[in-house]
């Protein structure tokens, strides 16, 4: 089955979320998701998902996640991701806490529950599914690439990150699937992404 999202019209049912952070201080973090456009220069009637968060506290997670139906219950698929997105952040950029682009971890991942936030310990909150940390991916989440743009230029340009390797991951008992993905940040400022398309193809 392959599945494509191309946000020409709406979110088609793309929700955002963010974690990593502390409680209460969403306005402090600048925290946003929306529909939006691309970006200039890039063709602003090209529609888009934003995420956009200020990373003060080093570790900031920003995602976004869509429940699939209508497969195998309680079956392992192997899943093969393309995102396509916007960034703003040349390769080499050097930032407060790691680079604004290397130091960006691009994830995507499935589980059989719903990603969900809540209020953990140390004052932050957390996902209940496991994404890794940074650079290490987890066993729900890998990492396919990160923010820079692969270019010499501070504009907005598109760039396709995927896995080469096998994800693997389990239907619930309804045949539900939840895809997710997002950035897991190591620098210290904001980062804006703008995801442009997301190709799955899900494999028994």
Do not use: C
Request: aromatic share 12%.
């Amino acid at each position: 089955m392959e599945l494509i999202y191309n946000f020409d019209v709406d979110a088609e049912g793309w929700t955002g979320g963010f974690a990593d952070y502390p409680i209460g201080e969403e306005d402090f973090y600048e925290l946003e998701f929306a529909y939006s456009s691309l970006p200039s220069p890039l063709d602003e009637t090209d529609g888009a998902i934003i995420l956009s968060g200020n990373n003060h506290s080093d570790d900031l997670f920003m995602f976004i996640k869509k429940k699939v139906t209508g497969l195998n219950p309680n079956t392992i698929y192997n899943i093969k991701f393309e995102i396509e997105f916007a960034s703003n952040v040349p390769q080499g950029f050097s930032g407060i806490g790691g680079s604004p682009g290397e130091s960006v971890y691009i994830k995507a991942g499935a589980a059989g529950v719903e990603p969900v936030v809540s209020a953990g310990n140390e004052n932050l909150y957390h996902l209940n599914i496991d994404k890794g940390n940074q650079s290490q991916g987890g066993s729900n989440m890998i990492v396919v690439g990160n923010f820079s743009n692969d270019s010499d230029d501070e504009v907005y340009r598109l760039k396709i990150v995927g896995n080469s390797e096998s994800f693997l991951a389990k239907t619930n008992a309804n045949g539900e699937l939840w895809l997710i993905t997002g950035t897991d940040s190591g620098f210290e400022g904001t980062t804006t992404i703008y995801f442009n398309s997301i190709k799955v193809l899900l494999e028994k």
